[in-house]
């Protein structure tokens, strides 16, 4: 699925699942005291990882979780990890051409009762009320959190601070695409990003490239 969206210079890799590896001492300390679901996504996502790492010719690397929940990546590496329930995934590329990235994977189910009015503003709960109109097989709300988990996951790296739900203004296009103002003063003015659903899961990415220089 990952691969659908993403591609050069962004490299991804993917599991429905689980998978078994030897964590590096540090990782192993970090989920010391998980339990067995939390030790199995993280051990399973970091397999992703390496994988991809792989595909840009780097070797494996502990990637431990720093104070906002992210791996610290290789130097000259951006990326960035989504697992949900059945499914794990990594998006890498390197730093002189991609400035950061963020994918989510869901599951393709509306979120519970009262979260979609946490997390949206009421101009997007008008979009996404015109959107289940025309498209009623997407679990619209869904996929809107999940775009702000990718944009979250982009804009950190690049400002070193939090962004609210109520913070960012998302829109979709049924074309799989989707725009992100940042309603707040910020470095940058917004995101696009991408998405698409599949039976069991949904996913959403976003890749701000580097800025030319010349």
Do not use: N, Q
Request: hydrophobic share 45%.
């Amino acid at each position: 699925m990952i691969a659908d969206l993403l591609a050069s210079p962004v490299v991804t890799a993917e599991l429905f699942g689980d998978s078994v590896a030897v964590l590096y001492p540090e990782e192993a300390a970090a989920i010391e005291h998980a339990v067995d679901k939390r030790r199995r996504e993280f051990t399973s996502v970091r397999v992703c990882a390496r994988r991809a790492l792989a595909r840009l010719g780097r070797p494996p690397v502990p990637l431990v979780p720093g104070t906002d929940g992210a791996p610290d990546w290789p130097a000259g590496i951006v990326g960035s990890m989504t697992h949900c329930d059945g499914y794990r995934a990594c998006a890498v590329a390197k730093s002189e051409a991609v400035a950061a990235l963020g994918i989510d994977a869901e599951p393709h189910l509306p979120l519970p009762p009262g979260v979609e009015e946490a997390v949206t503003l009421p101009e997007e709960r008008e979009h996404l009320a015109r959107l289940a109109a025309r498209f009623p097989g997407t679990a619209w709300d869904r996929l809107l959190f999940s775009a702000k988990e990718s944009v979250y996951k982009t804009w950190y790296p690049l400002t070193g601070r939090p962004l609210g739900f109520e913070e960012a203004s998302v829109e979709f296009e049924p074309d799989g695409t989707f725009t992100a103002r940042i309603l707040v003063e910020a470095p940058v003015d917004g995101f696009t990003g991408r998405w698409l659903t599949g039976g069991t899961h949904l996913l959403t990415a976003v890749v701000h490239p580097r800025p030319a220089t010349g």
